[in-house]
């Protein structure tokens, strides 16, 4: 049942964390406290000089309704994207063509 709606939804399981279902109010205290932790970890190992590591929090569930908003804006950069890259493929006018423009001194 879950695997059927997983491929009606086009997903899998590791897109949107564990379910909201099993989550509970210790689960989330014990993601915030490893979470501090790393943060904590780099920033003492940044404090000593060396290169603090790339700070990703534990995998929190996510709604149905927090899917479709990251799915709106997705889409929403994707049309600016193709746009951008239109623009980029129009062919500018040469301004080295028109002698008119030049400041005859």
């Not at 997983?6 to 205290?29: C, F, I, K, Y």
């Amino acid at each position: 049942m879950v695997a059927e709606a997983l491929a009606q939804r086009g997903g899998d399981e590791s897109d949107s964390g564990p379910q909201v279902s099993e989550w509970s109010l210790q689960n989330e205290l014990l993601a915030t406290i490893v979470d501090a932790v790393t943060v904590n970890t780099g920033a003492t190992v940044a404090a000593a000089g060396g290169k603090a590591p790339k700070f990703k929090p534990v995998a929190r569930p996510s709604t149905e309704y927090e899917r479709a908003e990251h799915r709106r804006r997705l889409a929403g950069h994707e049309r600016i994207t193709a746009m951008v890259k239109s623009a980029r493929a129009r062919p500018t006018p040469d301004a080295t063509s028109d002698v008119s423009t030049i400041d005859k001194r």
